[in-house]
């Protein structure tokens, strides 16, 4: 019996922990039953989104199987529907499967709209998928699947069933999966050490299930420091609130630390306002870069935190995120989201500027996703919620927020991720805030700014993100066109060894003599390259920067071999001429 497991992944550097899972539980349990007895061959292929679907078909279809299960999220589900309804004309004898969280909570509608596929797993896979195999290898009896846990399914009559929910599973009974890790090489690693929640957020899917379980420390002990032996560059824990237990999430962070291998980040996605003073001291002792930190504020207007059943101290996320930015060491990704009930658009203007005054390293704007079986998909009457019917069912519209406001919030998220998230303009913004009432009228400003150019739907080098950046402050003020003009051009070779020249940045005033007559200096004594002993004046000169800024009157050097393991920008010092002295 051949049973192919299919993943079809956002991106290639994404993986798909469920099918891997799945697999891994399945062979453990169905050879330990039954050694060599059981016919079962349980292969597993990962596509993308991006992949044509003709490809994804020859392929599976070259693979025969005889039951085929799809993994199905919200960002593959209309590519996954696309490729059943071609493969159930060349593999019509093939049982098709699903599972996952995108048809998990409608299985009887998702059957009654794919008539080819067979049937559906609820839930949790494991031993639902492993109980699948075993009666395939029996012969696919009718009976049997009518007494298994966790499915609906199409019986030989066409009828829909659907059977009760499998009871979860206990987390110490999964294998490790990343024993081959050159499988996982050049992707990211993504590792559970808990399932379930604590809270009950009403437009998430977690606050379905909240049987909350954490694997064993020992094991997760073991598990880390393979990947912490292997060098891995990534590891993003999957753990919907990581610190909900203070011990678990102590324990994790103290092995991490002290097994640092200085190479290796986790990340985490945490609540702010659980980290008490253990953890925050623990974090504070990490080296730069070990973690990054996900954070889901999604609103400070307390009426829709209370609508929407977070628990929420908004102080205190506010105390703890400034002391973690302070300490210099650990990347943090903070969270909003439009669409809530209760947020118009002035309350969400007022959550994005207390949320980007806390000062993250990137701010994620997201609208909301109406995800099937949540309470605000239950409640959608009520706020008279409406989404788009296909994937990612965002939301068009509310009682308290338009359409019209929705496009202006997208337009903001597009100038955030631009101009903030990407931390290539970081000095240039924070002096342009200065100018505006609020962070959100200058972005807000500057969408329109793009929108009324024509620059929206326009593909832009990264230069030229700059060129419209100073545009659009000369738009507004010719007289700070210089300042700006010098402060874009420090954002740029911060980031940018370029070898030439961008137009926004003017004429280059250094002198060639003075450069050369520098390089030559360090490669005898380097004064300001210390880390450079073992290169000559060439090689020093193509992997670092002059530049002189005519309104702070400083020469600076860019070192591109020495940056910020936080935001990769290159180390600066500046150049005193006639003195040995560096500052950084």
Not at 33 to 58: C, F, P, S
Not at 282 to 293: E, N, T, V, Y
Not at 481 to 489: A, C, G
Request: some cysteine; aromatic content about 12%.
């Amino acid at each position: 019996m051949n049973i192919l497991l299919v993943a079809v992944n956002a991106k290639y550097i994404h993986s798909n922990l469920a099918v891997y899972s799945l697999k891994a539980f399945a062979e453990k349990e169905l050879w330990s039953r039954y050694g060599d007895n059981v016919n079962v061959n349980i292969e597993i292929a990962e596509y993308t989104v991006n992949q044509q679907t003709e490809d994804i078909l020859g392929h599976i279809y070259r693979k025969a199987p005889e039951v085929l299960c799809f993994s199905c999220y919200i960002w593959n589900i209309a590519y996954v529907k696309e490729i059943i309804r071609e493969l159930y004309k060349v593999l019509p004898s093939c049982h098709i499967w699903a599972g996952g969280p995108e048809v998990s909570y409608n299985s009887r509608e998702f059957l009654v709209c794919q008539p080819s596929v067979k049937g559906v797993m609820k839930g949790e896979g494991e031993l639902t998928f492993a109980e699948i195999c075993h009666i395939y290898a029996c012969g696919g009896s009718e009976e049997k699947f009518s007494a298994a846990s966790g499915i609906t399914f199409r019986n030989k009559k066409g009828v829909i069933v659907e059977n009760p929910c499998r009871s979860p599973i206990d987390m110490d009974r999964i294998p490790f999966i990343y024993e081959d890790i050159e499988r996982s090489r050049n992707r990211i690693i993504y590792y559970e050490s808990s399932r379930g929640c604590p809270f009950s957020c009403s437009y998430c899917l977690s606050s379905i299930d909240k049987k909350l379980r954490f694997r064993s420390l020992s094991l997760v002990r073991k598990e880390l420091q393979f990947f912490l032996d292997h060098k891995v560059p990534l590891v993003k824990f999957v753990d919907r609130t990581f610190n909900c237990n203070h011990n678990h999430a102590a324990a994790v962070w103290k092995y991490i630390t002290e097994h640092d291998n200085g190479v290796t980040c986790f990340h985490f996605e945490v609540a702010a306002d659980l980290l008490n003073e253990e953890e925050l001291s623990i974090i504070g002792a990490m080296r730069p870069g070990l973690i990054q930190l996900e954070i889901g504020v999604q609103s400070v207007n307390l009426k829709t935190i209370r609508e929407i059943r977070r628990s929420m101290n908004l102080e205190k996320v506010k105390e703890n995120v400034r002391r973690i930015r302070e300490g210099e060491n650990v990347h943090q990704h903070l969270d909003l989201i439009a669409g809530l009930p209760y947020e118009d658009i002035e309350s969400f203007r007022h959550s994005f500027d207390k949320v980007y005054n806390m000062k993250p390293d990137q701010l994620q704007l997201g609208s909301l996703k109406v995800l099937k079986g949540s309470f605000m998909e239950k409640n959608k009457e009520e706020y008279q919620l409406v989404y788009q019917e296909r994937p990612p069912y965002e939301v068009l519209y509310t009682r308290w927020i338009t359409y019209f406001n929705i496009l202006e919030l997208k337009g903001v998220e597009e100038m955030v991720e631009i101009y903030y998230n990407s931390g290539q303009f970081s000095h240039s913004m924070e002096a342009l805030e200065k100018e505006y009432a609020s962070a959100y009228e200058m972005y807000r400003e500057l969408w329109r700014f793009y929108d009324k150019n024509h620059y929206l739907d326009m593909q832009h080098k990264r230069s030229a993100r700059y060129e419209i950046l100073l545009e659009f402050v000369k738009s507004k003020s010719r007289q700070k066109e210089e300042i700006f003009r010098e402060l874009l051009t420090y954002d740029y070779y911060l980031r940018e060894n370029a070898k030439s020249r961008p137009e926004f940045a003017g004429k280059y005033m250094v002198d060639k003599e003075f450069i050369k007559r520098f390089y030559e200096r360090e490669e005898r004594e380097h004064i300001y390259l210390p880390e450079y002993r073992s290169y000559d004046r060439n090689q020093m000169r193509k992997m670092t920067h002059i530049e002189y800024f005519s309104i702070l009157g400083k020469m600076l050097l860019f070192d591109y071999k020495c940056r910020n393991p936080l935001n990769q920008d290159a180390r600066t010092c500046m150049i005193k001429r006639g003195s040995q002295k560096w500052e950084d």
